[in-house]
């Protein structure tokens, strides 16, 4: 039975591999990546035409909502939005989206797609580099194989434009996330993000202690986690320091850190542990971007709030590991309500077709206990806000002037079960229809076999 | 101490367990769970713990309580198919977890029903998601037979287990072929094998009399090169004798056709299909053989090499050639049975999609309720507002469908049910993060 087999799957990736921290609104502005890095990327946008969205209700990613909204893209960028008096210039395709609705290009902060990808065979198990509790000098995009159908039913189903494939949470330094384009290609580098930051994966709690117990090795405690990491850092630190001359690929990464230029994305889910990560961040001077998996944020919000880091957290996953046991329902709405950033994640090659009904489930269990978030802003929960802990803010997550025409067209309210993205752009560039069969990218693997382009 | 202590509010909170009670809901909006349309307007009188009526129109005049639903929906319980609740109380906590029993000589015999904790978070939580009743199954460990699955409602009462050994359960999939020996042909063998066995000891015993053949009859009779246990051969006898349903999980299409084909060695088989990702390939086929099927709704990644062709359409499909579907397969972490709704509701979303398939929103709530309680020998009994059934209503406070909407009452057999648990209890205690003139564990 499949779901057998994928419950298998799941939990192994779920209490064995998956964790990532988090980015802050604070990191936005890392600089792009020095040109000199290796595995550049090579993505470039397709050929769009002019277009403009029309009659919709616009949701910008940055808290703003426009009824009868006009929404402008050309040459891949967000040229104007506005309400229906907004001019629309000569030689723009013009789409009526009268009861549709606009949002930005939907962010996933947390995948694992191309690293533990459909299907689901040990052969292409690449997520944890588990032989090691600190692996700082893996890159997931040495692992990311871009022919995972399951980027396509993120595309279709879930309107993901811009995605973070991370490694798996088996280490305490799980290694370098790669942020990607929802572009199919032939190569990984087809599909960098150009000029995204690099973040760090970082584990807490249950599972590296799990891994390495079980090996017999340090850390097998808590206290064991946290002393393997501070030494670490020492040791970075002590490297950074100095003149960096010898490569060595685990410090390098540690240094970027400490200089600002890779975010932590940093897998947590107990408020306590997540309070002594933010005391060992100070200590060791780094900034946490986001916790991810934060199921008990909403015990320390306040603390959040203070510090600038976000919480990466699913609606209402509950109970399946002791540090996921006082999950609550409310946890998103409980984190904004606080004042702290919220991104809703996946974790998930399901879930992440899915992100906008998870925030509308979080949105309505708030309203319940009568903190009423509105709409515009529980988009940026899938949008902007991700962007910000990615730290590509400034390039996308939201409808402005300037940024990439990454936009979803949906044909109906998008925080309702009912809908689903009816047109997908990324950089301007019409990259799936629901309207056109043709217009659905079929992965190599799925090519010439039963269910080939399929609507899924 | 923990432990200890939630047993603790679970046991205050039981300590007057509430009295079925008469009553009528009008101004509701009914559904009736049967597939058919909402029904504004409506009522429903709960008599005795069961449905006595319900329909569109004023509420009759009736001496008992009166509940003016105020245009809420009001809707059967949820009939989840195939869950693993009570059984677990953190999967990753291995000792809390029930689900896969390994290294026993034990297979078929194996029956859940013991093991079942009522007072299980997870049962709490999904009774305050709407679900009233649900199947429970456990994994397969050593065998390919999981054994035998319990019908139980989600009352907050010690007597969960409904119906114990409701169905027997099978892998016959690249699971059942992982465990038989690395290869379908193994899988194929052990199972021919099994029920090859349990026939040869009904020949020898009448056990058919016996409301668990397991605990009839005797230990003689039976050849030395046999290969199960006697108990496990005695549990399958009711499947090979028809009496009790066999639910196969098989996803590939050809693995469905095998599975079908069985029936014609041993016909009295009354098979259940579940999983069947690629189902639609063959729905003429599954309808033709008149074979149900409990398939998850949203499964659409080719996560195995058995379900290259899976699709959200599937489930839509199936219905739409005749197959009687509903969903099940709710295990452990990604796929909740509060989530059912969610699900179906997905399903009627489909039909606004080119070349998708889906389910009207009548038929998809049916996929929910009535259609897998009809699965599950529960036809008229529960998951439908029909007279004679269970008295298990949720009260929603919007589209039951849609996922902002919740239950803001459940009634299980006509007894209103507490809707608290240990989440409510943490959103209550933190609703501000900061602690007052005493810290939050004085909170409570």
Redesign the interface.
Known sequence: MGARVTLALCMASLLAACSTTGATEKVASVPEAPADTPYPSTYHRYPGTPTALVGATVFDGAGGEIDNGTVLFADGAVVAIGGPELEIPAGYTRIDGTGKFVTPGVIDIHSHLGDYPTPEVQANSDGNEATSPTTPEVWAEHSVWPQDPGFTRALANGGITTLEILPGSANLMGGRSVTLKNVPSRTLQGMKFPGAPYSLKMACGENPKRVYGNKGRMPSTRMGNFAVNRQTWLDAKAYAEGDRKKRDLAKETLAGVLDGKILVQNHCYRADEMALVLDMAKEMGYHVAAFHHAVESYKIADLLREADVCSAVWSDWYGFKMEAYDAIPENAALIANAGACVVIHSDDANGIQRLNQAAARAQADGRRMGIDIPDAQVVGWFTLNAAKAMGIADQTGSLETGKMADVVLWNGDPLSVYSRPEKVWIDGALMFDALDRKRRPVSDFELGQPGEGDVK | MIARLLLGTALAACAFPAAAQDFVVSNARIVLGDGSDPIENGFVVVKDGKIAQAGAGPAPAAAVTAIDAKGQWVTPGLFVALTDLGLW?????SESNDTSPRDTPFGAALDVAPAINPAS??IG?SRAGGVTRATVTA??GGSIFAGQGALIDLGDDPDAVQQARAFQFV?L???GARIAGRSRIAAHAAFRNALREASDLAAHQDLSAAEDPRMAGSNTDRPGDVLLTRFDAAALVPVVQGKQPLYV???R?ADIRSTLALKEEFPQLKLVL??A??GW?VADEIAAADVPVLA?A????????????????NVGRMHAAGVKVGLG?F??????PRWAP?YA??L???N?????TGLSWGDAFAAISSVPAQISGMDGEAGVLKPGAHGDLVFW?GDP??????PMRVFIDGVEQPLDN??TK??DR??T??PGDLPKAYEW
Request: hydrophobic share 40%; charged share 20%.
């Open positions: 109380d953190v999967e990753g906590v978070e997870h939580i994994y397969p892998v999939g690249e699971q999980a098989v996803d299409a579940v999983g990702a690629e390939m998850q949203l499964v659409d990644l080719p996560a195995s090499f058995e379900m290259l062709a899976s699709t959200q359409s397969g295990f452990g972490t990604t796929d909740y969610q509701g997905n009627v979303a489909l606004k999609l080119l070349g998708a406070d469908l849609e996922v902002t909407s919740a240990h989440q943490l959103r933190y609703r993060p900061e």
